[in-house]
């Protein structure tokens, strides 16, 4: 079962949808024992940083989160990817899950319209199972202002936006991160969320 974390900042229905659509088992909760309990987690998440990381604390959900993440495949979606790096700077300096080195800063496009938003092809970066069985173009949809920075070793793929924007972090071992919305993204976003059904 895929635990899809519920704490008020998320892009939860659309997520799981795409699960029940996929027939992978799941529950929207904010229950520590039933994330614990879980096989895989998802933490979604749209909006600001600071007042996604403020909900989750209020819910007790942060050292939950970090230990769990120990011990399953823990997946952060958008906002939810962000929140798994060390620090973000968005409105405020505020500190995040520290799952993956690196910083959530604005996005540096000078020219381009901010926020990112449409489709745009991976480029691949190091090898991430969830990545695996893509089309060679393969496309995801994005809505961002804010993006991942210093995460160079744990860089699965990117796209260009302006420069390089992180599109997936990966760990090499449980914690995944996209920045994208694979809940969005057509058939490349169900093969990732696929994937990640098929990691236990």
Same mark, same amino acid.
């Given at each position: 079962?895929?635990? #899809?974390?519920? $704490?008020?900042?998320?892009?939860?229905?659309?997520?799981?949808?795409?699960?029940?659509? +996929?027939?992978?088992?799941?529950?929207?909760?904010?229950?520590?024992?039933?994330?614990?309990?879980?096989?895989?987690? #998802?933490?979604?998440?749209?909006?600001?940083?600071?007042?996604? #990381?403020?909900?989750?604390?209020?819910?007790?959900? #942060?050292?939950? *989160?970090?230990?769990?993440?120990?011990?399953?495949? *823990?997946?952060?979606?958008? +906002?939810?990817?962000?929140?798994?790096?060390?620090?973000?700077?968005?409105?405020?300096?505020?500190?995040?899950? /520290?799952?993956?080195?690196?910083?959530?800063?604005?996005?540096?496009?000078?020219? *381009?319209?901010?926020?990112?938003?449409?489709?745009?092809? +991976?480029?691949?970066? &190091?090898?991430?199972?969830?990545?695996?069985?893509?089309?060679?173009?393969? $496309?995801?949809?994005?809505?961002?202002?804010?993006? !991942?920075?210093?995460?160079?070793?744990?860089?699965?793929?990117?796209?260009?936006?302006?420069?390089? @924007?992180? !599109?997936?972090?990966?760990?090499?071992?449980? @914690?995944?991160?996209?920045?994208?919305?694979?809940?969005?993204?057509?058939?490349?976003?169900?093969? &990732?969320?696929?994937?990640? /059904?098929?990691?236990?």
């Amino acid at each position: 079962m895929i635990a #899809i974390v519920d $704490y008020g900042a998320g892009n939860i229905f659309s997520v799981k949808n795409a699960l029940d659509y +996929l027939g992978l088992a799941n529950k929207l909760t904010d229950s520590a024992a039933e994330i614990e309990a879980a096989d895989e987690v #998802i933490l979604p998440g749209v909006g600001a940083f600071p007042a996604a #990381i403020r909900m989750l604390e209020s819910k007790g959900l #942060i050292s939950v *989160l970090k230990a769990e993440a120990k011990k399953k495949p *823990l997946l952060g979606i958008c +906002l939810g990817m962000q929140m798994l790096l060390e620090k973000s700077y968005e409105f405020e300096e505020c500190d995040g899950l /520290g799952l993956i080195p690196g910083t959530v800063e604005r996005i540096d496009a000078p020219g *381009l319209i901010i926020p990112h938003m449409g489709w745009n092809k +991976l480029e691949m970066g &190091i090898p991430c199972p969830l990545l695996e069985n893509l089309p060679e173009d393969a $496309y995801v949809y994005f809505v961002h202002s804010f993006a !991942a920075k210093h995460c160079d070793k744990s860089l699965a793929a990117w796209v260009e936006y302006g420069g390089k @924007v992180p !599109a997936m972090v990966y760990d090499g071992g449980n @914690v995944f991160g996209a920045q994208f919305h694979p809940e969005k993204s057509g058939e490349v976003g169900l093969q &990732i969320l696929r994937n990640f /059904g098929g990691l236990v």
